[in-house]
């Protein structure tokens, strides 16, 4: 008779397994000297995990380069450093989307999934400055937009001959690009390039916060 034996665990072809290493390049050290972080200090946990986006200082410096003069408005989720590499961000920001739910493991629907992760405006304003940009402002999206004029806009869709149906959903539409909670806590970095002496002395209305 054959003694019965549990069933082998199923482990899919694509999976992976997560090891550690030396770092992969001198720019990593490069750029916590660049954001004025030191990981090795003893506020760090053990397990201590982030992200480092060397990407984005590539792209800006192409940004830089091709810019003759103007502005260049960096918009999306992140934080300054000291809030980004904070200890207590010890899991880092990184998040996957998946069938619109998200989670944290990068390792499982491989090539089904968007995987993000937040921006570091310190390190983008620094590595600015060495390209020649100008750190021109730095404001929360729903402050940036009532600066602009959304906070009229708003009041105005009551105006408007349309459904109410339509217009209450208009209305909530931009609502969500005010939420601090939200949309509206995005960060919009404005970085400048070759400006003259008018545009210089002159803040730019997005940068004036309303009272």
């Not at 072809?13 to 090795?40: M, W």
């Not at 053990?46 to 502005?71: F, H, K, T």
């Not at 200890?87 to 989670?103: A, F, I, K, S």
């Amino acid at each position: 008779s054959s003694v019965p034996t549990s069933p082998r665990p199923h482990v899919p072809a694509s999976s992976f397994i997560e090891v550690t290493g030396k770092p992969s390049t001198p720019q990593l050290a490069e750029y916590f000297d660049l954001v004025e972080i030191d990981l090795t200090s003893g506020a760090y946990p053990d397990g201590y995990r982030s992200e480092i986006n060397l990407a984005a200082l590539s792209w800006l410096s192409i940004v830089a380069d091709c810019l003759q003069r103007g502005y260049v408005l960096t918009i999306d989720y992140g934080y300054p450093a000291t809030r980004y590499y904070n200890p207590r961000r010890w899991q880092g920001t990184l998040q996957c989307y998946y069938q619109h739910r998200y989670h944290d493991n990068p390792y499982i629907n491989v090539g089904q999934q968007d995987i993000t992760a937040h921006v570091d405006f310190t390190a983008l304003s620094r590595w600015g400055d060495r390209c020649g940009l100008e750190n021109v402002g730095f404001i929360q999206q729903g402050l940036f937009l009532m600066a602009l004029g959304l906070g009229e806009r708003i009041a105005a869709i009551s105006e408007q001959k349309q459904p109410l149906s339509q217009l209450l959903q208009r209305r909530e539409a931009l609502h969500q690009l005010l939420d601090p909670t939200g949309l509206g806590g995005f960060g919009v970095l404005i970085q400048g390039k070759n400006l003259g002496k008018t545009e210089i002395s002159q803040p730019l209305k997005g940068l004036t916060v309303p009272e």
